[in-house]
């Protein structure tokens, strides 16, 4: 007999959002390996299981109990895995001990559910078709300048995590390298009593007040797509690199590879303004 790995998705606030098969799952599993036992154990009080055996698997000792977890499904044991809310791998523990389980040949399986990212994209109004999910920003360095710069040319909606004081901090930081113009929506406390969405731009979400609890789901306008150059775009531009001194062949070469446009057509545009 062999064991599987079960990850099973929980209440973001609300515990009406627990659903009839994670209880179920949660009820039989031998073991339940969690984030945070304190908060599994209320969990599951407050959802009427009997208490079951529970282990912490956090940031800090997922790699460390991807083993002792392997061995327990050798002996055939089910083992759920839950995050403290939401669908865990998702920013939170369980990406590295799935692929452990998963490499060491066991299966796994998942019971969805709630998730913030996708709730709240969802409720944003913004394009949900192609989007991209970013969590957490670095906090600091050229890690975290990279990813800002690579947020500014997305043409998707972008979804990213934030904690409540470093809100303000990283909606500055995205006004400035995206512009302020840019559409966001800023959520949280998805599903519970004071649940908030807030729809503005970057340059007006600024000046929020920073709630002091409860994690904010940022929920980015993709950038525009970039407008076809006219003519009128290419001459404009000739006449500027001329009128710095440029000839005309320079001028030529600069705008088509500026404006990504064939040099056929820049060159003839040059000819017109003779």
């Known amino acids: 007999m062999t064991g599987r790995l079960v990850l099973v998705a929980t209440p973001l606030g609300n515990m009406g959002d627990l659903a009839p098969r994670a209880l179920s799952v949660l009820a039989l599993a031998d073991v339940i390996a969690c984030e945070d036992t304190r908060t599994t154990r209320r969990l599951l009080q407050l959802a009427g299981v009997a208490a079951r055996p529970l282990i912490a698997v956090h940031e800090h000792n997922e790699a460390a109990m991807a083993e002792p ?9 089910t083992v ?13 523990p369980g990406e590295r001990l799935v692929r452990a389980v998963a490499d060491a040949g066991f299966d796994v399986s998942v019971v969805p559910g709630p998730s913030a990212a996708v709730a709240a994209l969802v409720i944003s109004g913004l394009p949900a078709a192609r989007f991209t999910f970013e969590g957490f920003l670095p906090r600091k360095g050229a890690e975290r300048a990279a ?3 690579a947020l500014a040319g997305e ?7 934030e904690a409540p004081h470093r809100i303000r901090a990283t909606v500055g930081d995205l006004g400035r390298v995206c512009g302020r113009e840019r ?3 800023l959520v949280r406390e998805l599903t519970k009593l004071h649940e908030e969405v807030w729809r503005g731009t970057l340059g007006e979400a600024e000046g929020i007040a920073a709630e002091p609890r409860g994690e904010y789901v940022i929920v980015l306008d993709g950038a525009p797509e970039p407008r076809p150059a006219t003519d009128a775009d290419i001459e404009a ?6 009128a ?3 000839d005309r062949k320079t001028a030529v070469a600069e705008v088509a590879a500026s404006m990504s446009v064939p ?5 003839e545009a040059a000819m017109r303004l003779r």
């Open 155 to 161: 043409h998707r909606t972008a979804v990213l995590y």
């Open 69 to 77: 977890i392997i061995e327990r499904l050798r002996r055939g044991e």
């Open 263 to 267: 040099k056929r057509r820049v060159y």
């Open 183 to 185: 559409r966001v929506v």
């Open 237 to 242: 531009a000739l006449t500027a690199w001329l």
């Open 147 to 149: 990813r800002l710069s």
């Open 80 to 92: 759920a895995l839950v995050s403290d809310a939401g669908l865990p791998g998702i920013s939170d």
């Open 244 to 246: 710095g001194g440029a």
